[in-house]
């Protein structure tokens, strides 16, 4: 390699070429086959699945009327979903769900940068807040329904109390987690305290945070669902609320229909979240290698 | 706020005084019997607008010693003085923001000085392409290459508008093409812009490449061992005979300094 004579010029070039070299074009692939790559395996699982119970209700454990089979279970299914009244019930269910996550977001994140901040407040409250994740949230409804009556306040509550503290806790692990070499590139930079706080920790904690509001919702979707069973609020139809009577009437196959969508509403939001998720890992060059 | 920052940092410097200065530092981890000695009694200047490269084996306090400069850490005994000049940082790692794009990386340094945005932007453009980076401001740190990211890191450290660059052995991870494009950069940055370097190796050539000053360190406690000269024509290349000539000279010193702990 003869690089005697290296003016200016052939530096820049040769560094041109270089950075040419190392950067191998990584292209993503079309929008179609990347939705169809995601979905055929869906697709093929809901499949299996509903072969499955079509296969339990043949094998005759239960009679029809107490385990009802897809073949029931769909019409039933398709006549709520064109009446106003089911929707109204998904209305009322969603609302809570989202003014009880964001309220619970907001906890978390006041709670969560109190007490990765504040040494005192981490050593009084930090194991109290894994305690309370580990706590089934029905068993906040007695309290609940002691302190607010049966009322939507009630319901509220234990959601709060279900998401919060997973918020909280991935917040604070991810101030934790923060890597070193980029909180001494901050205080280099001369970034202190507060503004190392808001310009370094906060960022560098986000994948951590984002996982806390997956197992956030997670777990107010749940307190959301036991809610609705046990606090029945006349004249306010909800998911929860169909699903009691349901059952109250044995009508397997409407609570299956209800199930499902349950099912189907936990699902699209946690889609959401991974959707997200996927591009804050690609924006930040996180994403694992595929083969 | 406007005013080029240039100008204010010569009016920062008072005459002939070294840019960095310390005296009888040392720095124990630990306490009591379990501490751990980490330098001893170091004396070391660096000139203003000299370049002076610090070399030891592993476990001489070299980042110690940096750190301690930089104000990452406090020294047990001795004084450290910089006379308030600003200081920048390089590490071995490019320690980029992944959350921030290239340019919003380089624009990191002039937020705590308080320069408004558009004008940040501005500079940061330039400052990459100080480092031939133009035309890369929008992409992510991932999306660039180790020596690339680190000149990334480099403009960052420029755009801090500093006096004194510190830099923990920024090209130990490059491959040796990209590394000697980085010498002749990081040279030609040097004299352009009057900084003072300290600047820690373990590559004897590349310190020799660099340093107007090779100081040698021993291990376990750090110590200044010896202060070479380096007077060789600039621009030097790392496979030059006289680079390897002086090379050879202070390999042979530290293979004595690392023959002692062997025994």
């Known amino acids: 390699m003869a690089v005697d004579q290296a003016t200016p010029d ?282 | 706020m406007t005013a080029p920052l240039r100008e204010r940092t010569d009016s920062r410097i008072q005459g002939g005084e070294p840019a960095v200065r310390l005296d009888g530092v040392s720095k124990i981890y630990g306490q009591g019997k379990n501490g751990l000695l980490a330098l001893d009694n170091v004396s070391l200047s660096v000139g203003q607008g000299e370049f002076v490269c610090m070399l030891g084996a592993s476990g001489c306090g070299k980042s110690t010693l940096l750190s301690l400069v930089a104000g990452l850490d406090s020294p047990t005994a001795g004084r450290i003085g910089t006379e308030g000049r600003r200081i920048a940082m390089m590490f071995q790692e490019p320690a980029l923001f992944p959350w921030l794009t290239v340019s919003a990386n380089v624009e990191m340094a002039m937020r705590v000085q308080g320069v408004a945005k558009r004008e940040r932007q501005t500079r940061a453009a330039e400052f990459l392409e100080i480092v031939h980076l133009g035309g890369f401001g929008d992409k992510r740190p991932h999306e660039l290459s180790g020596g690339m990211r680190q000149r990334v890191s480099l403009a960052r450290a420029l755009a801090q508008d500093a006096d004194v660059l510190l830099m923990d052995e920024p090209f130990g991870a490059l491959d040796a093409m990209t590394r000697d494009l980085l010498h002749d950069e990081l040279e030609r940055i040097w004299r352009e812009r009057g900084l003072s370097v300290l600047f820690v190796t373990h590559n004897v050539r590349e310190a020799v490449r660099l340093g107007d000053r090779v100081v040698l360190l021993s291990s376990r406690p750090g110590r200044v061992v010896e202060d070479f000269p380096v007077t060789l024509d600039r621009p030097r290349h790392t496979d030059s005979a006289e680079v390897a000539k002086i090379a050879g000279a202070i390999t042979g010193r530290l293979r004595e300094e690392v023959m002692r702990h062997g025994s």
């Not at chain 1, 009880?100 to 990765?116: M, N, R």
């Not at chain 1, 692990?173 to 205080?187: E, F, K, M």
């Not at chain 1, 997956?214 to 046990?230: D, P, T």
């Not at chain 1, 306010?236 to 009577?245: A, I, K, M, N």
């Open chain 1, 10 to 291: 052939t530096h820049a070039r040769q560094l041109a070429g270089l950075d040419a070299l190392e950067l191998g074009g990584g292209t993503r692939g079309g929008l179609a086959p990347r939705i169809w790559g995601r979905v055929w395996p869906m697709v093929l699982a809901v499949g299996m699945v509903v072969a499955i119970w079509q296969a339990v209700v043949w094998a005759g454990f239960w009679p029809d009327y107490v385990f009802a089979g897809p073949a029931e279970v769909v019409p039933v299914l398709g006549d709520r979903l064109t009446s106003g009244e089911y929707w109204e019930a998904i209305g009322v269910t969603m609302r809570r769900a989202v003014t009880g996550f964001a309220v619970s977001v907001l906890v978390g994140l006041v709670l969560g940068a109190l007490v990765s901040r504040i040494r005192v407040l981490r050593a009084a409250f930090g194991s109290l807040i894994t305690g309370l994740q580990t706590m089934p949230s029905i068993a906040w409804f007695p309290l609940a329904i002691l302190l607010f009556g049966l009322t939507e306040s009630a319901i509220t509550f234990v959601v709060i109390l279900g998401a919060a503290p997973s918020i909280a806790n991935g917040l604070i692990g991810g101030v934790d987690y923060t890597p070193p070499i980029l909180l001494r590139a901050g205080h280099v930079l001369g970034f202190r305290r507060l503004q190392l706080y808001r310009h370094v920790i906060l960022p560098a904690s986000l994948p951590s945070f984002l996982a806390g509001l997956k197992q956030g919702w997670a777990f107010a979707w749940r307190s959301l669902m036991a809610g609705e069973l046990v606090v029945i609020i006349a004249h306010q139809s909800s998911l929860g609320e169909r699903l009691y009577y349901d059952r109250e009437l044995a009508d397997s196959a409407g609570l299956l229909a209800t199930m499902i969508v349950i099912l189907i509403i936990g699902i699209g939001v946690d889609l959401l979240f991974e959707t997200a998720d996927n591009s804050l890992r690609r924006r930040w060059g996180l994403q694992q290698v595929r083969n």
